[in-house]
């Protein structure tokens, strides 16, 4: 236990004044208790109370200082243990709401001290208080004021009621110096201010302080250092030497506009992000920090992990990605630390000033490990060109989509009839077949099956389970397999399409998926597989539509979305048994024992022609899915997969 005073006479009093503000309360023993800390969200009366001989002892098993559970108690050091006479009350200030219902109190004690409390709806007081309602002093006769009408903003509750009984306009904050909010502020919209100093560093200090969070907001913003204070003097100070309301009026005229002179710091009114108070409610802390950083246009959550989407850089994934790439990737701490300091301003209250501050560690922390981010939009993908949605519409507008959750970059032009007829489609499928012309087809189901791969990335989203393996094979090298795969990716993405290296062993394949699941890739090929294709992990993929693995640095298993569409190359390929029935064939075969060498094609560099007609190939695959669509599905008579 931790010792928090010597003890007297009065100790016991002190003593049952904080077992009385306490929840949970259990007495454990003669001299020990048992309660819920009153510093943090406490769920196992973590806070034990002692009073062996005359030593009074607090501790808080989950760490909380004495000081911030007598601080959350509404105590002080003096209050559990009074060393002289008993404080007394010597006033109140009510701060109620518009209606002038009462939200909580401030109490001033003799010697001089201030605390806050809230009635506890059994007729008597709490002075557990973090929650209420941020408002300011004075608030009916504040928000009844014409707005012409001068409003002086003090530095306490007795200098404003002071200036109410000569019929002036008065407000403040409550805790004195350095405590004035934004939220403050915000009732003092296009109003006329006159802030008046107190007659010390603090007075100037918060003066200063209240200017630069309503300058902005505020009609005119004026700051007043009233002539001939005394040391620590204020307003009621001023008007008790003679001085009159007239004299103040010609101060407040007389005053230049209030103008910063320096770089506006962060908490200032023309910094637009929200302020979040760091304090031991740590829960409150991480919860203020999360809705701001809801603001953050690249950022995401997907599988209980927060993620961004980034364009090219290098990647350890095995994966050979074209440049400029996007790709989802996991927020690692630095970075979200980085995201949060973008997006809220953290400030820190010592009682004496508030000052800016850093996010703290384990508000990172915390915020990372969520799982679950409350105004936080859900990923499920990227995709690189105008899809289909499950309605039968087209996403084409870049950006995040709501109704899908699937974000749309570099998006392509394109022109779709709203309605296309079965002869419009029947033309989209010649367009296309053309650009694969001079490809060896071996029969004509397998440039149909061509065509499939070319539509499948673009109605991926539009359907439910999985989506077959495209295998581009053939008789002998040279055909032609790996420039298939990049004309469909050209049509989709505008780029040749991301490949990975024929695995070794299962672990590998395993490994590969994941990282391709993560990054959301869209289409990926397989490339040159040596002998036989298939194995458990692959057949799991071509079977599912989530992920199941182990992200690296966690021990946790993670579900992903998987909508890719898949493709592999090689010659005379092997298929083992369970993949065999998850793969669509397209195959090659070339009359010639090296294809490489011909010439006479329609077009000498396919794949230039593919890039520069992206827009129409592309309208032309997406006129056939919406005339299926628009034409009802019907059935094709087809055996199931």
């Not at 002075?127 to 309602?133: A, P």
């Not at 915000?186 to 603090?202: C, G, T, W």
């Not at 992000?273 to 829960?283: A, G, K, L, Q």
Request: proline share 6%.
């Amino acid at each position: 236990m931790t010792a928090v005073a010597s003890t007297n006479g009065h100790t016991s009093e002190g003593l049952q004044a904080l077992l009385s503000r306490l929840d949970g309360v259990k007495q454990t023993s003669d001299t020990q208790w048992s309660a819920r800390c009153p510093a943090h969200e406490d769920r196992q009366a973590s806070l034990s109370i002692g009073r062996p001989g005359n030593i009074t002892l607090i501790n808080c098993h989950a760490g909380c200082s004495k000081e911030e559970v007598l601080a959350a108690a509404g105590m002080s050091w003096e209050d559990l243990n009074p060393r002289k006479s008993q404080k007394q009350i010597v006033a109140t200030y009510d701060y109620v709401d518009d209606n002038g219902e009462l939200i909580f109190q401030a109490v001033r004690y003799q010697p001089k001290d201030f605390r806050q409390r809230r009635p506890d709806g059994n007729g008597g007081w709490t002075w557990k208080v973090r929650g209420c309602r941020v408002v300011p002093y004075r608030l009916p006769g504040l928000v009844e004021a014409d707005l012409a009408e001068l409003v002086f903003v003090c530095e306490g509750e007795k200098d404003c009621d002071r200036l109410a009984s000569i019929g002036m306009v008065a407000t403040c904050n409550v805790g004195g110096a350095g405590k004035f909010r934004k939220q403050h502020a915000e009732f003092l919209q296009d109003r006329k201010v006159a802030i008046l100093s107190d007659n010390d560093k603090a007075g100037r200090d918060h003066a200063e302080h209240v200017a630069r969070l309503v300058h902005g907001r505020a009609a005119s913003t004026k700051v007043i250092e009233l002539p001939g204070l005394p040391e620590k003097g204020d307003v009621t100070d001023w008007l008790d030497n003679g001085e009159t309301k007239e004299r103040l009026l010609d101060l407040v005229a007389e005053a230049a506009e209030w103008q910063p002179t320096e770089v506006v710091p962060a908490d200032s009114a023309a910094d637009d992000r929200p302020t979040v108070y760091i304090s031991t409610r740590e829960h409150e802390v991480n919860d203020a920090a999360t809705a701001a950083l809801s603001s953050d246009q690249n950022l995401y959550q997907r599988s209980g992990v927060l993620v961004h989407v980034i364009e090219g850089g290098q990647t350890k994934d095995g994966i050979d990605r074209p440049p400029s790439s996007p790709r989802v990737t996991p927020i690692p701490l630095p970075l979200l630390r980085e995201k949060l300091c973008r997006c809220a301003n953290f400030v820190r209250d010592s009682g004496e000033e508030i000052a800016p501050a850093h996010p703290p560690e384990w508000c990172v922390k915390a915020i990372g490990a969520r799982g679950r981010w409350e105004g936080i939009r859900e990923l499920e993908g990227i995709v690189m060109s105008p899809v289909l949605r499950p309605d039968g519409t087209i996403l084409s507008e870049s950006g995040y989509d709501e109704q899908t959750g699937l974000l749309l970059v570099n998006s392509c032009e394109i022109d779709v009839p709203f309605s296309p007829t079965r002869n419009e489609a029947l033309k989209a499928v010649d367009l296309l077949s053309d650009v694969v012309c001079d490809f060896p087809f071996e029969k004509p189901v397998h440039r149909a099956t061509w065509l499939a791969l070319v539509l499948t990335p673009l109605a991926r989203h539009a359907f439910d389970g999985p989506a077959p393996l495209s295998l581009i094979d053939a008789n002998v090298r040279g055909s032609g397999k790996t420039l298939l795969a990049d004309l469909a990716a050209i049509v989709n993405h505008g780029r040749d399409i991301a490949v990975m290296s024929s695995p070794k062993d299962d672990e590998e394949v395993r490994k590969r998926i994941t990282a391709i699941a993560i990054a959301g890739d869209a289409l990926v090929l397989i490339d040159n597989i040596v002998g036989g294709l298939g194995s458990a992990s692959l057949d799991a993929a071509l079977t599912g539509t989530v992920w199941r693995d182990r992200i690296l640095g966690k021990t946790e298993i993670v579900e992903i979305p998987l909508s890719t569409t898949w493709c592999a190359t090689g010659n005379n390929v092997v298929l083992h048994a369970d993949t065999s029935r998850r793969v669509m064939h397209i195959r090659l075969q070339s009359p010639l024992e090296n294809p490489e060498e011909r010439s006479g094609f329609k077009y000498d560099d396919v794949k230039l022609y593919a890039k520069q007609n992206r827009s129409k190939l592309l309208s032309a695959a997406l006129t056939i899915l919406r005339g299926y669509f628009v034409a009802g599905c019907p059935k094709q008579s087809l055996k199931p997969w």
